[in-house]
């Protein structure tokens, strides 16, 4: 049974940072690209970052390029989502997802991803 759960959400003040951390288990961790995803309420899914199985390729929205970096760790089967100088717009439930797909490519399309945590919610105060 494949199980991926979020931690370290909170509230934080904007211009401050956090550290979001995704950890997977049933499956081979280190054949599958990871994502995050974002939903603020009354908004659609966005993609925010994803990273490629080897971890060689990483992608960010444009809404969070030069603040969030995305990292991960095939050896402790984990994905973590950090996030400096945070917005009040950067205020959703994010989510952490796997898809299995190898090589050097990720994916900011949520719908290219099969499995999905529950989410952990992230408040920013202005």
């Known amino acids: 049974q494949v199980q991926v759960m979020e931690s370290g959400g909170g509230l934080v003040q904007a211009g401050g940072s956090l550290r979001l951390s995704c950890t997977v288990s049933g499956l081979t961790f280190a054949d599958y690209a990871m994502g995050w995803f974002r939903q603020a309420p009354g908004k659609g899914r966005e993609g925010v970052s994803c990273?490629?199985?080897?971890?060689?390729?990483?992608y960010l929205a444009d809404s969070v390029k030069g603040r969030f970096t995305i990292y991960r760790n095939n050896a402790k089967n984990t994905v973590h989502l950090q996030m400096n100088s945070v917005k009040p717009e950067d205020t959703a439930m994010y989510y952490c997802?796997?898809?299995?797909?190898?090589?050097?490519?990720?994916?900011?399309?949520?719908?290219?991803?099969?499995?999905w945590g529950k989410g952990t919610q992230v408040t920013v105060s202005s």
């Open positions: 997802a796997a898809t299995p797909l190898t090589g050097a490519s990720c994916s900011l399309d949520g719908d290219d991803f099969e499995y």
């Open positions: 990273i490629s199985a080897s971890g060689q390729v990483t």
